[in-house]
């Protein structure tokens, strides 16, 4: 059964009888079946003009940046190229990687061929983020993508000291989101701590194989077509530069939007056991969030702004999500569960500020006011440099204040 990670009040689905639950599975299923059988031309035709418009933006983009040594060529350059990198990656890479498009049969456009302008090989991102995040969505401990391995993302995790840094690791974890994406594939945290001679030849094979990716990578952007550029070397390297870093942090915000914000639920380990297929399908719910917005912003995250939809359904074609969206809703709805969508400023900072929120010991921000924030922050030094025994008698001070303020 479908477990919630800490819930101290009612749980969201409480109100649910096995029953429900797999009912709520057929008509998901229904749903799903629905878009199977009319898939057709003209998705088909969707996917070629979006990679077309790509591929011609991006070459657009790159021959403008020859001339980049003039500041107005350098900006339309970085700024096609900024949105090309972008639409490369969300809409079309990750969703043909996806398997999305792999009924039309082309070997051009299909998940076993595709490989993306991303440090991580599409092999190797295929495994960790197709079968194992759309597996174990939401898991603590199990799903890599929940704090990329490298931050508290629940309560029921210990606080430790170093998770006060984690609001500045995942802001440089955003700014090279590509890089830290290759190395959670690799389970870096995981390998590293093995001594090297005793490291598995599986992690050797895939370590070379994304070294040789990023310098790969690195070659195109900051070597060959900055060279192309003659005199304008050096404004395009910054250029390539710039355009990484604004599609890297603008994929890392649309992801950390559909999986940590506020009120997004996390799962236990044994939620997975036994689970069923409406099971399943209540922990892509509960475990995901949606962005609200126009056609155009839904585009330019891949549709991951349908993150709710693409979870339940992830091998269904992007641009039918949208469609389907007012379904899965109702659905929501006739269960008595929340779907949860806001606008992108909302989620981001809702996402950011959980960040925070977790990177501080249980309740001390819900406790903290201006006025009491100098015995606040001495508590938490204390936290910070006297052991485990002063945190333990710490915490418990401070659950203590917690339930007396939800009490009062």
């Known amino acids: 059964m479908t477990t919630l990670q800490k819930k101290t009040g009612i749980s969201p689905i409480a109100h649910l009888s096995p029953e429900d639950i797999e009912l709520l599975g057929i008509e998901l299923d229904a749903i799903r079946q629905s878009i199977l059988d009319t898939r057709g031309e003209a998705d088909a035709a969707y996917i070629h003009k979006v990679i077309d418009a790509q591929r011609k933006l991006e070459l657009a983009s790159r021959a403008v940046l020859l001339f980049s040594l003039f500041p107005p060529a350098w900006f339309v350059g970085t700024a096609g190229l900024s949105v090309a990198k972008i639409i490369e990656n969300m809409e079309i890479g990750h969703n043909v990687m996806h398997g999305q498009w792999d009924w039309m ?120 077509h900055p060279l192309l550029s003659g005199p304008s ?3 395009t390297v910054s250029a390539n530069f710039t355009a990484n870093l604004v599609r890297n942090l603008w ?57 709710i939809e693409h979870h339940l359904f992830p091998d269904l074609p992007s641009n039918r999500y949208a469609e389907i969206a007012p379904q899965v809703q109702a659905l929501f709805e006739k269960f008595g569960l929340n779907y949860h969508s806001a606008p992108l400023p909302a989620q981001v900072y809702s996402a950011w500020h959980k960040v925070v929120r977790l990177s501080l010991p249980n309740d001390w921000l819900a406790t903290t006011t201006v006025k009491n924030a100098p015995e606040q922050l001495k508590m938490l030094w204390g936290m910070t440099t006297k052991g485990p025994k002063v945190r333990r008698a710490a915490q418990a001070r401070l659950t203590q204040q917690a339930r007396k303020l939800k009490a009062a």
């Not at 295929?126 to 079968?131: A, G, V």
């Not at 070294?211 to 070659?219: E, N, V």
């Not at 126009?294 to 330019?300: P, Q």
Request: hydrophobic share 35%; net charge negative; proline share 3%.
């Open 233 to 235: 070397f050096l404004h």
């Open 251 to 307: 994929t890392h915000s649309v992801i950390m939007c559909g999986h940590f914000p506020e009120g997004v639920e996390t799962f236990e380990r044994t939620s997975i056991e036994g689970e069923s297929r409406g099971e399943w399908y209540l922990r892509q719910m509960l475990g995901s969030a949606n962005i609200s917005g126009s056609s155009v912003m839904h585009f330019m995250t891949g549709n991951l702004s349908h993150q």
């Open 105 to 224: 049969r082309d070997p051009k456009i299909h998940s076993t061929t595709w490989e993306w302008d991303n440090a991580s090989p599409a092999d190797q991102w295929k495994h960790s983020h197709n079968e194992l995040h759309h597996t174990y969505t939401n898991v603590v401990g199990k799903d890599n993508d929940l704090g990329y391995g490298i931050m508290r993302v629940d309560e029921d995790q210990k606080w430790v000291p170093l998770y006060l840094a984690q609001p500045l690791w995942n802001f440089i974890n955003a700014c090279f989101f590509e890089y830290g994406i290759a190395a959670y594939d690799l389970e870096l945290g995981k390998n590293l701590a093995i001594p090297k001679e005793k490291r598995s030849k599986d992690f050797k094979d895939r370590a070379k194989q994304t070294l040789a990716k990023i310098r790969k990578q690195a070659t195109k952007d900051y070597v060959v």
